[in-house]
């Protein structure tokens, strides 16, 4: 089997792309990322990093707010000075402080994708997530503060 110079030169090329990738990464990641300090009864829940590098801590804040409805439940949580966990973020708190929450459902800051009026509640007896109307009082809420890396 012989190979083209058209061949190498191709393979070549897409070789120095990925070195390219490679280094940006590197300049990335990895790095050191300090942990900040907790005030009393906040609960660290993790860092996130984006594809792009970008990234911050969120803090789970110490309370919790009765059923209400979502916009009460996003109003709620910045007058704790924070805001609703997001779905992933509300994953992350299933996995590993399911404790610290109700068998019951939570808001997230996250709309529907599709339905305008509906937003994400994360089910704390079972892990599931599911959309519902904003208007409902079905769903508790915790607050979340996010610090930028």
């Known amino acids: 089997m012989s190979t083209s110079i058209e061949e190498i030169e191709r393979k070549h090329e897409e070789i120095g792309k990925m070195i390219a990738i490679l280094k940006a990464l590197k300049t990335t990641f990895p790095r050191t990322i300090e942990a900040p300090e907790l005030r009393e009864g906040e609960i660290y829940v993790g860092t996130f990093i984006n594809a792009n590098g970008t990234g911050h801590h969120t803090i789970l804040l110490p309370g919790d707010k009765d059923d209400s409805n979502w916009q009460d439940a996003i109003d709620w949580a910045k007058e704790k000075g ?12 299933f996995a590993n402080h399911k404790g610290l929450f109700q068998e019951n459902w939570y808001w997230t800051n996250t709309t529907h994708h599709k339905e305008s009026e509906w ?31």
């Open 119 to 149: 937003a994400w509640c994360q089910g704390f007896s079972n892990g599931n997530q599911y959309g519902t109307r904003e208007s409902h009082d079905l769903c508790r809420a915790r607050a979340v503060r996010r610090l930028e890396i």
């Open 82 to 93: 924070g805001d609703l966990p997001n779905r992933i973020e509300q994953s992350m708190l």
